[in-house]
C-alpha cells in the first residue's frame, strides 16, 4: 500500500510539474502578456532547466520548447537595442536552446532545432547569433545530422559575409556614436544605423519619461535641455566583425561531416578567404583619431582564425591555393606586420598557421620575400613579452622553412640565417632542444654555403668554426660554474652568537639588554638570508643546462665542427675557376683549433668522471658497473670525434695546435686518463702522425721520472708512452 501511494504521488507530482512547465512555455509565448510577465516566466524556465532532464516526459518538454520558442523566434521581429525586454527574452530563449545536453535524447529533435538556427543565423543581432552558431556547433558535433542544403546556404551566407567586408572597410575601424537628443528611442530610426555599424555603439536619445526603469544620463534639470538616456544598438549578425571570428571554427566542423557532399562549395570559400585576409586598413585610417583599436584586434583574430582554416584545407584545395598564391604570401606577411606587439596569442596563431605553409610545397612561395623573415621585429614585434614566450616557437619554424629552401638562397640570405640562428646558440633564455636544433641547422646552413662555392663561402664557413669554438667556451665556463656550486658549501649566516645570562645574578638591566641582544642577532641572521635569497634571484638566468642537456650539446658541437672543418678542405678559395684544398690554414685559422682543443678538454673534465674505482692495493678496479659501461662508451665516442676533427689538418697547423696545448693535455690526462683515447685515435687514423709522435717524445722523455710515482694515481706519462710505442710499430710494420 505504502509503494502504490509513493508511486501515484511521483506520477503525480510528475504530472503537475509538466503541467506548470507546459503554462510558463504558453505564457512566455503568449503576445497578450506584457512583456515584464513574460521575462519573469522565463526567467523561471531558465532557472530551472537542469531539473527538466528529471522529468519522465522530458521528450514532451522538447517538444513544447521546440515548437513554441523557435516559432517565436522565427515570427517576431529581431531587436538590435539594449537593454531592451524584447532582446533579454529573445536571448534567454536561445540560450535555454544553447544549454540543454545534447544527448541521445536530443537527436529526434536536432533537426527540428537546427533547421530554424541556421535561418535565424541570418537575421539575428550579433549577441543571439554568437549563440545560435554555438549551437550549430556543439549539436553537430555531438550529434552529426545529415543536413546538406541549410548547411549549403548557411555556406553561402558566410560567402555574402565574407564579401561584403572589403566594401566596408573604410568604415569598419572608425569609433562611432550616435545621438539625438529631439527624439526618443522609439522614434529614432534605428535600421539606418545597424547598416552603418559592424559592431555594438552607444546611441544617445531623449528620454522616455514613461520608462522610469531605463537608466539614464541627465543634464542639469535648472535649464532647458531634455533628460538624456544612453542605449547600445547591437550590430547585425551579417555585419558582425565578432561573428565573423567565430565562423571559421564552424566551417571546419561543417567540413569535417559534409566535405562529400560539399566539395564545390567550401572550394569556392578558399579564394575569397584569401582575399579577404589580404584587408588591412591603411595607414591614414590607423593614423584616424576615431580608429578603433579593438575592432581593429577583432579583424585581426577574424583573419588569423580564417588562416588557420586555410593550412587545415590546404592539402585538399591545393590548385585553389596555387592559383591565388601571392595573395597567401601578401596576407601571411602583412598579418605579421600588423599584429600589434601586446596581442602575444594573436601572433602566435598566426605563427602557427604559417608553419602549416611554410612546411608544406607553398614554401616555396616565399622565397622572393625570405628577406623580410630575417627581421625578428616582423617575426617577434618589439614586445618583451612577446619576444620571450615566442621566440622558440617562431625560430624553430623558420628554421624548418630554412632548411628545406638553404640550397634556393644566395650567399647573402645564408649569411642573414647564419646571422640569427648563430645568436640563438648563445641565447641561454633559450631551451636546449632550440640550441641543439641550431647546431645541427648550423652544419647543414655550411654544406649549403659549401656548395655556393664563392669566395665569402670561405669566409662564412670560418665564421661558424669561430661560433663553435665560442659556443664550447661558453660551455666550459658553464660546466666551471656548475661545479664550483656544486663543491660550495651553503653559506651560513656568519653572525657571532650572543653569550647567555646569569638568571640568578644578573640585574633586570642586563637581562633586557641581553634580550635586545639576541633579538638583533636573530634580525642580522635573517637580514643576510634575505640579501643572499635577492642576490641568487637577481642573477642572470644563464646556466640553465644540465649536465646531460651539456653533454648532447657537447657531442653535436664536435660533430659539427668535424663536418665543417672537412668541409672547409674542399671550398673553392678563389673566384677563379681554379679548385684547391687549403694545404695550410692560416694563423688565424689555427688559433680557433687551438683554442677548441683547451675548451673541449676543459669541457671533458667536467661531463664525465674523473675518478677510477681502485681497490686495496691502490690498483684500478675491474668490477664491470652498466652506468660506468654506459659512460665508458659515450666517452670512448665523443673522443673519437675529437680526434676526427684534427685528423684532415696540414701537418703544420697540427704542429701549431699540439704544441700549444701538449701540457695542458698531459694535465687533464692525470686527471681522468680516457683522454689519452683522442691521442690513441690521431696516432692510429691521423696522417699527419708522425709529427705527433715528435711532439710526445719530446714532451714525454723529460718526464720518464714520473712513471711509478706513487702519488701519481693516473699515470698519463705511461699511458702516452705505451701509445707512441705502439703507434710506432704499428707503422713500422705497415
Not at 79 to 89: C, Y
Not at 142 to 158: A, G, K
Not at 332 to 354: F, H, M, S, T, Y
Not at 454 to 481: G, P, W, Y
Request: neutral net charge.
Amino acid at each position: 500500500m505504502n509503494r502504490s501511494t509513493t508511486l501515484a504521488d511521483s506520477e503525480t507530482y510528475q504530472q503537475c510539474n509538466y503541467q506548470q512547465f507546459q503554462m510558463l512555455v504558453h505564457s512566455v509565448v503568449n503576445p497578450l502578456n506584457t512583456d515584464e510577465v513574460r521575462l519573469k516566466h522565463l526567467q523561471n524556465i531558465s532557472d530551472n532547466i537542469e531539473v527538466l532532464s528529471t522529468l519522465q516526459n522530458y521528450p514532451s518538454c522538447i517538444d513544447l520548447l521546440v515548437k513554441n520558442f523557435l516559432k517565436s523566434l522565427m515570427e517576431t521581429n529581431t531587436v538590435f537595442i539594449v537593454p531592451s525586454n524584447a532582446q533579454t527574452i529573445r536571448k534567454q530563449m536561445i540560450e535555454i536552446f544553447h544549454r540543454l545536453p545534447a544527448g541521445e535524447i536530443l537527436r529526434p529533435f536536432v533537426k527540428d532545432i537546427l533547421s530554424p538556427v541556421f535561418k535565424l543565423l541570418t537575421k539575428e543581432n550579433e549577441e543571439n547569433a554568437l549563440l545560435l552558431l554555438r549551437i550549430v556547433v556543439e549539436y553537430m558535433k555531438q550529434l552529426r545530422p545529415q543536413m546538406i542544403n541549410e548547411v549549403r546556404e548557411f555556406l553561402q551566407f558566410v560567402h555574402n559575409v565574407y564579401r561584403q567586408k572589403a566594401s566596408a572597410l573604410d568604415q569598419i575601424f572608425l569609433t562611432k556614436t550616435f545621438s539625438d537628443p529631439t527624439l526618443t528611442i522609439n522614434e529614432v530610426d534605428v535600421s539606418n544605423i545597424i547598416e552603418q555599424i559592424c559592431s555594438s555603439v552607444q546611441l544617445t536619445v531623449k528620454k522616455v519619461q514613461a520608462l522610469p526603469s531605463q537608466s539614464s544620463i541627465t543634464t542639469d534639470e535648472s535649464t532647458s535641455q531634455p533628460v538624456l538616456d544612453t542605449f547600445t544598438v547591437l550590430a547585425r549578425a551579417s555585419h558582425s566583425v565578432k561573428l565573423l571570428a567565430e565562423f571559421p571554427v564552424a566551417i571546419v566542423l561543417l567540413y569535417q561531416l559534409c566535405r562529400q557532399a560539399l566539395q564545390t562549395e567550401f572550394g569556392e570559400l578558399v579564394p575569397l578567404f584569401l582575399r579577404y585576409l589580404t584587408l588591412q586598413p591603411t595607414k591614414e585610417q590607423k593614423n584616424d583619431p576615431k580608429f578603433n583599436m579593438e575592432i581593429y584586434i577583432e579583424f585581426l583574430t577574424t583573419q588569423a582564425k580564417t588562416l588557420s582554416f586555410l593550412a587545415f584545407v590546404g592539402k585538399t584545395y591545393q590548385e585553389q591555393l596555387a592559383s591565388h598564391s601571392d595573395l597567401l604570401v601578401i596576407a601571411l606577411l602583412q598579418l605579421l606586420d600588423g599584429c600589434p606587439p601586446e596581442n602575444v596569442q594573436l601572433r602566435k596563431d598566426i605563427i602557427v598557421a604559417a608553419r602549416h605553409f611554410l612546411s608544406s610545397e607553398f614554401r616555396t612561395l616565399f622565397i622572393p620575400h625570405v628577406k623580410r623573415f630575417f627581421d625578428e621585429n616582423l617575426l617577434l614585434s618589439t614586445g618583451y613579452t612577446a619576444r620571450e614566450t615566442l621566440k622558440p616557437l617562431a625560430y624553430n619554424t623558420f628554421g624548418d622553412f630554412f632548411h628545406h629552401i638553404r640550397s634556393n638562397l644566395a650567399i647573402e640570405d645564408l649569411q642573414s640565417v647564419l646571422y640569427m640562428y648563430s645568436k640563438m646558440i648563445h641565447d641561454s633564455s633559450l631551451p636546449p632542444t632550440i640550441q641543439l636544433m641550431s647546431l645541427k641547422f648550423l652544419t647543414n646552413i655550411a654544406e649549403a654555403i659549401r656548395q655556393k662555392g664563392t669566395e665569402k663561402s670561405r669566409d662564412l664557413l670560418i665564421r661558424v668554426i669561430e661560433i663553435l669554438v665560442f659556443k664550447c667556451k661558453s660551455l666550459a665556463k658553464q660546466c666551471a660554474h656548475s661545479s664550483s656550486n656544486s663543491n660550495e658549501k651553503p653559506s651560513v649566516p656568519n653572525v657571532p652568537p650572543i653569550p647567555e645570562v646569569d638568571l640568578t645574578t644578573s640585574s633586570l638591566g642586563d637581562l633586557v639588554q641581553n634580550m635586545n641582544d639576541v633579538t638583533n642577532r636573530e634580525k642580522e641572521v635573517q637580514r643576510q638570508q634575505l640579501v643572499s635569497i635577492r642576490f641568487q634571484a637577481s642573477s642572470p638566468l644563464i646556466f640553465t643546462l644540465t649536465p646531460s642537456d651539456c653533454r648532447t650539446l657537447l657531442k653535436i658541437l664536435v660533430g659539427s665542427l668535424r663536418h665543417i672543418t672537412w668541409i672547409l678542405a674542399d671550398v673553392k678559395i678563389s673566384s677563379e675557376s681554379q679548385v684547391s684544398q687549403p694545404k695550410q690554414f692560416p694563423p688565424s685559422i689555427s688559433i680557433l683549433y687551438i683554442k677548441f682543443f683547451k675548451y673541449i678538454l676543459q669541457c671533458l673534465i667536467l661531463f664525465f668522471d674523473s675518478t677510477t674505482p681502485t681497490n686495496s692495493n691502490g690498483n684500478s678496479s675491474t668490477i664491470t658497473n652498466p652506468n660506468n659501461l654506459t659512460r665508458n662508451k659515450e666517452e670512448k665516442e665523443i673522443m673519437d670525434i675529437i680526434a676526427s676533427v684534427f685528423i684532415v689538418l696540414h701537418k703544420q697547423n697540427y704542429r701549431e695546435i699540439f704544441e700549444n696545448n701538449l701540457l695542458y693535455f698531459y694535465q687533464c690526462a692525470n686527471k681522468n686518463p680516457n683522454i689519452t683515447l683522442i691521442m690513441n685515435t690521431l696516432l692510429q687514423q691521423s696522417p699527419s702522425s708522425t709529427i705527433l709522435v715528435e711532439l710526445l717524445l719530446e714532451f714525454l722523455l723529460p718526464r720518464i721520472h714520473e712513471i711509478g710515482e706513487t702519488n701519481n694515481t693516473n699515470n698519463a706519462c705511461l699511458k702516452l708512452f705505451k701509445l707512441v710505442i705502439n703507434s710506432v710499430v704499428t707503422t713500422t710494420l705497415a
